[in-house]
């Protein structure tokens, strides 16, 4: 193993989209941003300079950190912001994980243009569980701003109402084919007739779950979050923000143009229809550029039983080399409630008097001014608090109506886990207000997606069906709407780990929570001391 050095210099730089120009954050000036590459047990530093008037922080989802929270990036949970002309160097080692993750901004809504991909291979001399693709692409799906993303938010939070979407998405950066500004080109894929390509693919959007096909190929999805799972070949795959889906793909055929396509899943862009899918070419070597493209017809917005069949076709590989290590008793049993609501507020501009929030077991998450991790580690009294509620505060019953009270209590709370204990956590939708999945995410932690299901959760009946033998294993997993997921892991990871729903405006309502894991103890039961020039407040 050795030591990757890398610089990110995050600055502002003029980018052309749909026919207009705008500065964006950028990290070397790339939209999307450089791909940083490691193998396992590297050890990986990023000096991130920032030469922007917004604070900054990076975050590099998925990548676990043992005992190395410090550098996890989350702005005011694991350190403060980098503020405009400071520095600072993320020092982690990547232990026992490859794979594909991304990395991405993590304050404010910057991850818009502040994302790339993590690609971790595998040790030196170690084969992937798969046959050996003859090449690998990074594909990156986000979206594309008119506006300035931070002033989106801004604007929403005064106002209480929703922000506006994004005016398209886009595949490695370009939207593809778009009616109203044609010159707009979009990104080609260079295949060779018989040769197979690994692509990792990678949702960095803020706010939309995404449907991804090729045009006459199939996928066969071999990794998901950096974990492998048994092999499945599709003709779509779903893919929501924050996750990572590693697909085979052989060029079969013996030349053309086929269209790659990126479209939404449960969601009402209010970006035309021919904006809301984002479009790619898959480039035959030998067609000729002016030749007629193979055309794919992404599935309708509501296409919930395409995304199941792709949802509940994941395994984990589970092989001798790669076994599921699903925790098979448990500690904590946990019951949380995710979902959106309504608060009164007096100040906000629009909305009758009232806001959107959003909460986990009825709690609108703060943030606070001060690191979480800062004040956890240097006994900081009232930043937080840990009487986060294992369960939710009052029996809930999913009736697919409001009920009358949706209102939430704001706070800044942290539920605390014992070192190395093993936890179950039930996430039930309330499906209020939108239709939508709620991808969660935990950091520091991957997890098994033991069990899914619409309605309730039943705790009596629901456990019999848990797949504790080779469930899929993630870092981010869609809740559904109106339905709930039961996860499992191992509190193996002494820190501070934020949890939140990885849809940004969820996120910023206050769909989030943390994890407190640390004895303090033995040496491996506490996180090391901070980095000299870890920012201040
Ligand atoms: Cu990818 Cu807390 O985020």
């Known amino acids: 193993c050795r030591v990757r050095n890398y610089k990110f210099n995050v600055v502002l730089r ?23 590459y490691a193998r396992e047990d590297d050890t990986v530093l990023v000096k991130v300079v920032n030469h922007v008037p917004y604070n900054v922080s990076i975050h590099w989802h998925g990548v676990r950190q043992l005992r190395t929270g410090w550098a996890d990036g989350p702005a005011y949970i694991t350190q403060c912001p980098i503020q405009t002309g400071q520095s600072f160097v993320y020092n982690f080692t990547i232990t026992g994980q490859r794979g594909t993750l991304l990395w991405h901004a993590h304050i404010l809504w910057l991850r818009s243009t502040v994302h790339g991909a993590l690609v971790i291979l595998p040790k030196r001399g170690v084969p992937y569980p798969f046959p050996k693709p003859d090449d690998e692409v990074v594909v990156i799906l986000a979206e594309w701003w008119k506006s300035d993303t931070e002033a989106v938010i801004n604007e929403a939070l005064q106002s209480g109402l929703a922000p506006n979407v994004s005016d398209a998405h886009t595949i ?43 045009a006459g190929h199939k996928l066969t999805v071999v990794e998901v979050d950096a974990t492998y799972v048994k092999p499945v070949k599709l003709d779509t795959i779903l893919i929501a923000p924050g996750q990572t889906t590693n697909v085979l793909v052989t060029a079969n055929q013996n030349s053309g143009k086929y269209l790659v396509a990126a479209s939404p899943f449960l969601d009402t862009p209010n970006v ?49 080399k790669y076994p599921a290590k699903v925790p098979l008793k448990v500690d904590h049993k946990l019951l949380f409630t995710v979902g959106l609501g309504i608060n009164p507020c007096a100040t906000c501009k629009a909305g009758n008097g009232s806001r959107a929030v959003a909460s986990v ?91 899914r299901g619409l309605g309730n959760y039943n705790p009596k009946t629901d456990p019999k069906s848990f797949n504790l033998v080779d469930p899929v294993e993630r870092n981010t997993i869609g809740v559904p709407s109106g339905g709930w997921v039961a996860i499992r892991f191992l509190a193996d990871n002494p820190g501070v780990w934020f949890m939140h729903c990885h849809l940004e405006v ?29 920012p201040k407040c």
């Open 506 to 534: 969820h996120t910023t309502w206050g769909l989030k929570m943390a994890f407190v894991v640390d004895n303090g103890k033995g040496p491996n039961e506490s996180i090391l001391p901070p980095p000299s020039d870890l």
């Open 172 to 214: 490695n950066g370009h939207p593809g084919q778009v009616a109203n500004c044609p010159s707009e080109g979009g990104f080609t894929l260079p295949v060779q007739s018989g040769n197979t390509y690994l692509l990792r693919i990678i949702n960095a959007a803020l706010n939309e779950e995404l449907f991804f096909k090729i």
């Open 14 to 36: 003029n980018t052309t989209r749909l026919c207009s120009t705008k500065p964006i954050v950028t990290v070397n000036g790339k939209f999307p941003g450089p791909t940083l």
């Open 361 to 451: 077991n009825n709690v609108t998450f703060v943030m606070p001014t001060t690191a979480l991790l800062q004040a956890h580690f240097f006994n900081i009294s009232g930043v937080f608090t840990t009487d986060f509620p294992g369960q939710p505060p009052h029996v809930f019953n999913y009736t697919g109506t409001p009920p009358s009270v949706l209102q939430t209590k704001n706070g800044t709370k942290a539920y605390k886990l014992s070192y190395n204990s093993s936890v179950e956590l039930v996430l039930q939708d309330t499906g209020i207000i939108a239709p939508e999945n709620h991808p969660v995410h935990l950091h520091g932690f991957n997890f098994f997606a033991v069990g």
């Open 272 to 320: 035309s229809v021919d904006n809301a899918t984002a479009t790619a070419t898959l480039h035959y070597s030998g067609t000729l550029a002016n030749s007629p493209t193979t055309l794919t017809i992404p599935p309708p917005t509501n296409a919930t039983a395409v995304a199941n069949k792709f949802i509940t076709s994941l395994r984990s590989l589970n092989s001798n």
